[in-house]
């Protein structure tokens, strides 16, 4: 028997058949492959190559709003004197200063570089957004998932809620910044001294939603306290709403800053919305088109790529896209 299995199959019989041993913990074990959240997540999120290119957009904007400014020197007031240097288009720009990346978009009522001026106010506006998303996410999802745990912090914020949340954000942040000086700080005290509000209520709703589920209740029992249940069991539950809240809060803080630039309530800075309402009388005069619309188009990409990247990021963060 053994010569004509290995005639046939070239093999012995030890090397054919094997014993084989019992383990107790090794028949406990279950065969799943490995699976990490964020590389399933970065994975279903660069499947899609229209969000790499977006990526890429939001990267080099934000790179170059920061690079360019800190390798160049930007002196508005340089060319002040010069009258022949002011309100300039492109091609008049470039013939009058040469050719220059600084003045591919013209020159403004100050003879300042129009290019520079935008991405200098970029660097502000970004800034400004990132550092009240931080704040405003950081206080709201924290304390909007005790809000949702504890009957105490219900009873107390609902109050504050109704009585805040129903006067309009605007007219709060217009007040602040009327009160004190029109700065940097000021504008990031006026955004983030309410704003992180409404985020902690959107985010107490989510809590309500989910904090009577069986492993929440599990916890309770066992004595957990309402805090790691909230920041063990219930936020990273909540990874796809929370980017996608963020989402929508990062473009908003840009367009309350242009907003109030606009009509003349924003700070000294040359954000860009600063610089949109120093260009006002530009948008109609003709050759002079250049000064308003540079930074209007800078703002737009920046809203609306940093959206569609957070949208999209968001998408990608629900477990249920990673099947």
Request: hydrophobic letters at 50%.
């Amino acid at each position: 028997m053994q010569e004509e299995l290995k005639q046939k199959t070239g093999l012995t019989k030890e090397e054919l058949f094997s014993h084989v041993t019992h383990s107790d913990t090794e028949s406990e074990k279950i065969a799943a492959p490995q699976y990490s959240y964020w590389k399933s997540v970065f994975r279903v999120f660069f499947r899609n190559k229209v969000n790499i290119i977006i990526l890429a957009v939001l990267v080099f904007v934000i790179a170059f709003a920061y690079i360019y400014p800190a390798v160049t020197e930007y002196d508005p007031y340089a060319n002040l004197l010069d009258p022949n240097s002011k309100h300039l288009s492109p091609a008049q720009a470039l013939d009058y200063f040469g050719h220059e990346l600084k003045w591919i978009l013209g020159a403004g009522a100050s003879g300042e570089p129009t290019f520079d001026a935008v991405w200098y106010g970029a660097k502000i506006s970004i800034s400004l957004a990132f550092l009240c998303a931080a704040i405003n996410m950081t206080i709201g999802v924290l304390l909007g998932a005790v809000w949702g745990f504890s009957k105490k912090v219900d009873m107390v914020m609902m109050e504050v809620y109704t009585i805040i949340g129903n006067v309009p954000t605007i007219l709060i942040i217009s007040v602040l910044a009327m009160l004190f000086s029109p700065t940097f700080w000021t504008m990031v005290l006026a955004l983030t001294v309410v704003g992180w509000l409404g985020i902690a209520y959107f985010i107490r709703t989510q809590v309500l939603i989910i904090r009577d589920r069986e492993y929440n209740l599990a916890s309770r029992c066992l004595g957990t306290p309402i805090t790691k249940i909230a920041t063990k069991n219930i936020l990273p539950f909540m990874t796809s709403v929370i980017v996608t809240l963020l989402a929508t809060e990062l473009p908003s803080y840009i367009s309350y800053e242009v907003f109030l630039s606009y009509i003349g309530m924003g700070m000294s800075e040359m954000s860009l919305g600063r610089l949109i309402y120093a260009a006002e009388p530009a948008m109609v005069t003709p050759g002079w088109q250049f000064e308003f619309w540079s930074p209007v188009a800078v703002a737009s990409i920046i809203t609306v790529v940093l959206y569609v990247v957070g949208q999209n990021l968001g998408d990608a963060s629900d477990p249920r896209t990673h099947m």
